[in-house]
């Protein structure tokens, strides 16, 4: 119940119990706290470079060879729905989520697709919209001693802005960036390492000077932008160095390593358990690159598709099965949302470059993944034509993809943000797509 339904309902004053034997206290009480509303979190397998949908999701066997590639078509536990042969894992717990087969994007270029993906809204280079982790760490405060936002790995295309940082909301929002290799032996984030000769307490008085200064500076300087923003790196900075809960999320060590070993020892795997681990602290959202070669793109595959996918599927299908059986047995799958994308596509034709057969860039139809978080699974949305090339049925923009996860996660899509004097939504278009929920 809101407070307008108890207003209606004749609860008129401060004490006044409504028929339903709720006072106005516990109304406001509940609407705080999110209005016995779950409290979603999001795991984002960003498959960077644009995976090809034909060689995982949706096949197409009966296309002429240069179309079809070299895999099959494989049962999953879902009657009537194939995935690749080279996906058998995933095969088996299709029941836990579902298929997008007809996404198209704004672009097929990398590093615009990113930021698109990640967005929702079109690049735009003076005001940037965010990403769907910072619009969630502004609109939901978060409540652990850690951060609300994390990115594994170093996303950004050198042309042009970091894909899912806070954009015209302000650095404050950008996600905590950790580019080690977490399957590396010596992993660990400093951050969280206080100086040797600074113990807690003497961290903790700092603490308190800091919000005393905060509090004196807020009075003169209200106006000052750069101050508010420094203002908040500093607190976090020093709320994560006295955070044991922060320090332990990200040591993997911790984990069993039978754990470990079904996860993946790799980048991948290991940024996969890494994630949950995140999750479970705490943290709200959780971006990783999905892939293990080596430089940025690695699912880009203009030459030698085969052998690249030969070595890749089998490291997506291991890690994405793994978090997902391992969310599902520690009950946290309901409350986590697990997304796996690319930016775009490959070329339903496979091209006939020197190096070796590949599948170039395509926007017009791909596919993506979407499980747990609430969203109703084992279902596929939309289809492609014959060939895999454009949606034939159910069009899913990526604009109705984030508004699909703002749905998810309690966000508002037309809340308004005063960005160098405009007046911005933070998903101006996109519907949700309501067959999920």
Not at 275 to 285: I, K, N, Q
């Amino acid at each position: 119940m809101n407070r307008r339904d108890f207003f209606k309902m004749g609860g008129l004053s401060i004490g006044a119990i409504s028929p339903l034997g709720l006072s106005l206290p516990d109304v406001l009480a509940n609407e705080a706290a999110g209005g016995g509303r779950k409290q979603i979190n999001v795991i984002f397998m960003f498959l960077q470079g644009g995976a090809s949908h034909i060689d995982m999701y949706d096949m197409k066997p009966n296309a002429p060879a240069e179309i079809r590639g070299k895999y099959n078509p494989a049962p999953t536990n879902i009657p009537g729905l194939h995935l690749s042969d080279q996906l058998p894992r995933l095969c088996k717990c299709a029941d836990k989520f579902s298929l997008i087969r007809s996404m198209h994007s704004y672009t097929s270029k990398h590093g615009e697709g990113d930021v698109d993906i990640m967005c929702g809204s079109p690049r735009d280079k003076n005001l940037q919209a965010p990403g769907i982790g910072a619009v969630l760490s502004m609109q939901q405060a978060q409540q652990a001693p850690v951060p609300p936002f994390v990115h594994l790995g170093d996303m950004k295309h050198p042309a042009h802005s970091a894909p899912g940082y806070g954009g015209y909301l302000g650095r404050a929002y950008d996600p905590f960036l950790i580019k080690q290799d977490p399957n590396a032996v010596d992993f660990s984030i400093k951050t969280f390492d206080a100086a040797e000769d600074v113990n807690p307490d003497r961290l903790a008085g700092r603490k308190n000077l800091l919000q005393s200064l905060d509090r004196y500076q807020a009075d003169r300087e209200k106006q000052l932008e750069f101050a508010r923003v420094q203002d908040k790196f500093t607190e976090q900075a020093l709320s994560l160095s006295t955070s044991r809960k922060a320090k332990e999320a990200f040591d993997l060590s911790k984990e069993p390593a039978k754990l470990r070993d079904a996860y993946g020892r790799n980048r991948v795997g290991q940024g996969m358990l890494l994630a949950r681990r995140l999750v479970e602290a705490g943290v709200r959202f959780v971006t990783i690159q999905g892939y293990v070669d080596t430089g940025i793109y690695a699912w880009d595959h203009h030459w030698g598709i085969f052998p690249h996918l030969d070595q890749q599927l089998p490291i997506y299908d291991n890690s994405y099965s793994a978090l997902l059986n391992d969310l599902d047995e520690r009950g946290m799958l309901d409350t986590t949302l697990v997304i796996t994308a690319g930016e775009f596509g490959r070329t339903p034709k496979i091209n006939k470059n020197k190096r070796g057969p590949g599948r170039d860039h395509w926007s017009n139809c791909f596919s993506l993944t979407m499980g747990g978080g609430g969203v109703k699974t084992g279902r596929v949305i939309g289809a492609s034509d014959k060939h895999g090339a454009v949606p034939t049925d159910r069009p899913v923009s990526i604009a109705d993809f984030a508004a699909t996860v703002y749905h998810a996660l309690g966000l508002d899509p037309k809340a308004e943000f005063t960005a160098q004097g405009r007046q911005m939504a933070m998903l101006p278009e996109g519907s949700v797509v309501r067959e999920l929920f």
